[in-house]
């Protein structure tokens, strides 16, 4: 069975730091992996999806992500955040088309002055 | 641009009551979805539907159906409202040839008292 851990369940970090967000998932099989994004009382949309192809896959405001086969991983990562970045981000698997997408938990992006 | 629309932001309503939740998208997808979100515990998939009247049970159908007569609306049904049904719901729609790419209505904060 599939599964997602996002490993931090808050990340607090200050303005035009770095960030990373990790996220591990565990599949037997080939996956194909996203990030999304939910902004305070808004509904989820998505950042970027690794689909195939290029292991560094680069999304929507400045966030990108690797795909590491071996470490089963796909962190996000931004170099520089912004006050605007705080929300909460969910990482989610599914491992072919038409198979339901699995969530990770969220990790919330607080980011400070 | 795109929407996908849910009928009420907040709801608040009484154990034992029959509630509806609507949802409705406008950009012609097969593939509905509704989930419930829950702090710590991310998003879990409650149930889909790959088309007009189909409908597949997600991880956590007990207490609720679903209802699609037409292909822009998806209901969702608690038949008696119980207070741990207490919780936000978000509504999807996706394009079966972008798989994964899945689009959020803002959600229903709904309370059973």
């Known amino acids: 069975a599939q599964s997602v851990t996002q490993l931090d369940s808050q990340v607090p970090v200050f303005e035009e730091a770095p960030v990373e967000l990790r996220c591990n998932y565990s599949?037997?099989?080939?996956?194909?992996l996203f990030w999304y994004v939910q902004y305070p009382n808004q509904g989820l949309q998505l950042l970027l999806k690794y689909l195939s192809g290029s292991t560094l896959v680069k999304g929507i405001n400045g966030f990108e992500a690797e795909f590491n086969k071996s470490q089963t991983s796909f962190h996000l990562r931004k170099p520089s955040v912004h006050i605007s970045d705080t929300a909460e981000y969910f990482c989610a698997v599914c491992h072919q088309a038409g198979t339901a997408l699995i969530f990770g938990k969220g990790t919330t992006l607080s980011v400070s002055s | 641009d795109v929407k996908v629309t849910q009928s009420s932001r907040y709801l608040v309503k009484r154990t034992g009551e029959k509630v509806f939740l609507e949802c409705v998208q406008d950009?012609?997808?097969?593939?509905m979805f509704w989930y419930r979100q829950d702090p710590g515990l991310g998003l879990r998939l409650i149930y889909f539907s790959y088309d007009v009247k189909m409908k597949e049970k997600g991880d956590i159908p007990e207490g609720y159906s679903v209802s699609r007569e037409k292909k822009e609306r998806f209901s969702l049904i608690l038949e008696s409202a119980s207070t741990n049904q207490t919780s936000m719901y978000l509504c999807?729609?996706?394009?079966?040839?972008?798989?994964?790419?899945?689009?959020f209505g803002p959600g229903t904060r709904l309370t059973v008292t």
């Open positions: 599949s037997s099989v080939s996956v194909y």
């Open positions: 999807a729609s996706s394009s079966p040839l972008r798989w994964g790419e899945q689009y």
């Open positions: 950009m012609d997808h097969e593939n």
